[in-house]
């Protein structure tokens, strides 16, 4: 079993649809990083936390320390949106190692 | 600013050669990271370079695989002999600073296909 793990692995929407993808957590973290990565495009970054919640743009990702898990939503979504999302922990301490989920392939329909 | 740039991008070698691997990050950052996924995995870290220094290799699967930084500047990762279970995406990541409040950036990563 992974350390990290996320649902669902496949995610189809309309346009317009509330998206949420799930990421849970067995170890214990500084911070859960999500990160984006585009059909044939690089890994980029969208939110580091480690309590409550963050938003960007149409993007909104919450945590639950208690209950190590996470969770990443999309507003309004877009076909644009369609990419892999990948939540991942960083360890802290003395270890700057990131440990990924699996990734959720996220594609939204016009 | 020019981003993390990996060379090659793809990379198809036959079972016991040698494949190298190399990576440059953004300029400035001190922080090197290797990743792998092989297929239908989840992204697995390999190690951590700070400056020419290894901080953490605990990720390296085998003797197989070797990571310099020479100067600190540019990494490559080489793996010798290469076996079919090396097959995958290897990503590259640097960061100014350590730490979970770090954002990594990464490269576009080099697809290793081991025949």
């Known amino acids: 079993k992974n350390e990290v793990e996320q649902s669902p692995q496949n995610l189809t929407a309309q346009e317009g649809e509330f998206i949420t993808i799930n990421c849970s957590y067995s170890v214990g973290i500084s911070a859960l990083h999500w990160l984006q990565q585009h059909p044939g495009g690089g890994i980029v970054s969208l939110f580091m936390l480690s309590s409550g919640k963050k938003k960007h743009g149409r993007l909104i990702a919450t945590i639950n320390i208690q209950e190590k898990h996470s969770s990443l939503h999309i507003t309004a979504s877009h076909p644009r949106d369609s990419a892999v999302y990948i939540c991942?922990?960083?360890?802290?301490?003395?270890?700057?190692?990131?440990?990924f989920g699996t990734g959720t392939l996220l594609a939204v329909q016009p | 600013e020019a981003g993390v740039t990996q060379f090659p991008s793809h990379s198809v070698i036959e079972k016991g050669q040698t494949v190298t691997l190399r990576c440059d990050p953004i300029?400035?950052?001190?922080?090197l990271y290797w990743y792998r996924r092989v297929m239908g995995k989840e992204i697995k870290f390999l190690l951590h370079f700070v400056k020419e220094s290894k901080q953490d290799e605990s990720g390296m699967p085998n003797n197989r695989f070797l990571a310099e930084r020479t100067g600190g500047t540019y990494s490559t990762l080489k793996v010798q002999p290469a076996e079919l279970e090396d097959s995958g995406v290897y990503f590259c990541?640097?960061?100014?600073?350590?730490?979970?409040?770090?954002?990594?950036?990464f490269g576009p990563g080099t697809r290793l296909l081991v025949l």
């Open positions: 991942a922990a960083h360890l802290g301490g003395a270890t700057n190692k990131l440990i």
């Open positions: 300029s400035g950052h001190d922080n």
């Open positions: 990541a640097s960061s100014q600073e350590p730490g979970p409040w770090e954002t990594q950036y």
